[in-house]
């Protein structure tokens, strides 16, 4: 069974940067897209960023280019998502997300798992 637990959510001031995470398990995810996304209160859920767990290739929301990174511990199936900069526009509530195949998509319909959410929190 397929499980991803996200955490290192939190309350930070605004030009600060966190670091979450997404752990995954139950299976190998060499073949697999790993994602974060956001929603944030009375707006829809947005992609944020991806890559692919086999060769890393990676994909940008454009409104965290330049601020966020994305990159996996293979040896820990570990997903991080390093956020730098942060901005009012970004408190929300982050989940990763997982789809079997490569490629990056930005759509979420096209994710099989969800982890639980980490809130994320900036203040100004």
């Known amino acids: 069974q397929v499980q991803l637990v996200d955490s290192g959510g939190g309350l930070v001031q605004a030009g600060g940067s966190l670091r979450l995470s997404c752990a995954a398990s139950?299976?190998?995810?060499?073949?697999?897209?790993m994602a974060w996304f956001r929603q944030a209160p009375g707006r829809e859920r947005e992609f944020v960023i991806g890559i692919s767990w086999g060769d890393g290739m990676t994909n940008y929301g454009d409104s965290v280019k330049g601020r966020f990174t994305i990159s996996r511990d293979t040896a820990k199936n570990t997903v991080y998502l390093q956020m730098n900069s942060l901005q009012p526009e970004d408190p929300a509530v982050y989940y990763c997300a997982a789809r079997r195949g490569m490629g990056v998509l930005l759509g979420q319909q096209v994710y099989e798992y969800w982890g639980q959410g980490t809130q994320v929190t900036v203040s100004s």
């Open positions: 139950g299976r190998t995810f060499s073949r697999d897209t």
